[in-house]
């Protein structure tokens, strides 16, 4: 009797699951060998699930033509299959990597964190995992911690505080290229959903030093090893406004030292942003980084009631394409479609041990190169961080802050500077000790010297790449 009733499940689900791609078939044809599984949304969010299933369907026409350029994906009909789980319970998830186990995939691409609590059963039904935004350590088949590691997945995980960085300095340039628009009251604030360093907070210390780093440039003195930089960034200023002639400091309107400051909504709730937001819109602030997910919404509502000329800088993905150009100056980024894109191409060559005529993997001869069973992260990939080009903050101001390419010979002088203050945030540099803390406080207190000064030991380290 279990058994029938397990059967009558199965084929309830992948009923449902193919109804669905069954709407789909006259304008799009599917791969099997490689679903991307949401976590809760859709394919269309113009958020993760969107950008991962883009890069996996991308990836699948430039297996389906070798001879059309990968960019041109979108004038194929081929696509990636996909299942929309209808919410993000541990049932809902494992139905879904069952139904597409079912139908023969190959690779499972699981995007969110939210699939942290169930991929140990994803890797036990295929032959390869995708994690995006998540590490692929320490996790075992069927989610027993009795079982054997999980040998066939890739974590992949990115340096937010990297992003949170370059917006913050296309904010402080755009910031200054309109002042006259703010009155000179060039102020930013930034809030969360909740502390998370490895997610959230790291994207708004980023945003912080940033700030305190671009202050610190343009007040160098003539003779200081700044004052290039300084120069450079004028540079920048003037091509968007010729008017310009002086540089100004941007103020924080939250207090980095003081122990109760207002940082997070304490959720990533919709509606749950619209007293914190208000907050920084009293405080003054013209710029505001919302990193909580449904309640950038909730801020732009609040900067739309009280009819007041600010701005955000979005998260994750391309938000001026959700929210508009008049109030996105540009998106701190997780390049998860370049990301899916790069990771599938890996997993699916003579590196991974990948036999393209079998369809099938031979672990004997996987090499050093392969990244299945390995975390990769943006901090080696400089292509999956940046920023989002918008008519505010146009291409070539992103060129001058970010290499985009993954060739290390062509990086900024930001991006090294970037590199000096990942180690710092994660490992320490020269004897000290991680900047980074479970407690965003602690964080910004192992960061800051006062209220406009970094520590004296991190802008020496940054100095010496100058």
């Known amino acids: 009797m279990k058994r029938i009733l397990q059967s009558l499940m199965m084929i309830s689900i992948i009923s449902t699951s193919l109804s669905s791609v069954f709407a789909c078939v006259k304008k799009y044809n599917f791969d099997n060998s490689i679903w991307v599984i949401t976590d809760g949304g859709t394919v269309n969010d113009l958020a993760f699930n969107q950008s991962a299933w883009e890069g996996a369907s991308k990836y699948v026409f430039a297996q389906k033509n070798q001879i059309v350029p990968p960019q041109n994906w979108k004038s194929s009909n081929w696509r990636a299959s996909y299942f929309e789980s209808v919410s993000q319970t ?40 995708i994690y995006i935004d998540g590490s692929s350590q320490n996790i075992h088949l ?5 079982a054997p590691l999980a040998k066939n997945i890739i974590g992949i995980t990115y340096q937010a505080e990297a992003s949170g960085f370059y917006a913050s300095l296309a904010t402080s340039i755009y910031l200054n290229a309109h002042k006259n628009e703010y ?22 210390w980023g945003f912080l030093v940033g700030i305190d780093l671009f202050n610190t440039i343009i007040n160098s ?57 208000d907050e920084l819109l009293a405080r003054g602030a ?25 701005k955000i800088v979005g998260v994750d993905t391309e938000q001026s394409k959700i929210y508009g150009e008049n ?18 191409k890996n997993i699916y060559s003579a590196q991974c041990g990948y036999d393209a005529q079998n369809n099938i993997w031979d ?53 090294k500077i970037v590199k000096i203050l990942q180690y710092a945030y994660k490992s320490g540099i020269d004897n000290h000790a ?19 000064k970094l520590k004296t030991y991190l802008l020496a380290a940054i100095e010496k790449v100058l």
């Open 183 to 204: 009155n000179g009251q060039l102020k930013v604030g930034s809030y969360g959903g909740m502390d998370n360093p490895v997610a959230v907070s790291n994207y708004m």
């Open 286 to 310: 013209s710029i505001i980084f919302p990193v909580a997910g449904a309640q950038v919404q909730d801020t732009i509502n609040q900067i739309k009631v009280n009819k007041v000329n600010v």
């Open 434 to 452: 991680p900047i980074s803390a479970q407690n965003f406080i602690n964080t910004l207190q192992n960061t800051y010297e006062t209220q406009t």
């Open 221 to 277: 003195s003539v003779n200081s090893k700044w004052n290039n930089i300084k120069h450079n960034i004028l540079n920048q200023v003037q091509n968007i406004n010729p008017e310009i002639t002086t540089l100004q400091s941007i103020v924080k309107v939250q207090n980095v030292l003081k122990q109760n400051e207002s940082w997070f909504s304490q959720s990533f709730q919709a509606g749950d942003g619209k007293i914190i937001s």
């Open 363 to 415: 672990e004997t001869k996987q090499t050093s190169n392969c990244w299945i069973n390995t975390s990769q992260t943006s901090l080696d990939h400089p292509s999956w961080t940046g920023i989002e080009t918008t008519k505010w903050v146009k291409q070539d101001l992103v060129d001058f802050l970010h290499n985009t390419t993954d060739d290390h010979s062509k990086d900024t002088l930001f991006d």
């Open 327 to 344: 109030y996105v100056v540009t998106s701190a980024l997780k390049q998860i479609a370049t990301s899916t894109f790069d990771a599938l």
């Open 90 to 129: 541990p049932g809902d998830y494992k139905n879904a990597y069952i139904t597409s186990s079912i139908t023969g995939t190959k690779t499972l691409v699981l995007p969110g964190f939210n699939h942290g609590n169930t991929i140990g059963w994803a890797a036990s039904l295929v032959d390869n995992i």
């Open 142 to 146: 069927n989610m027993d911690q009795k």
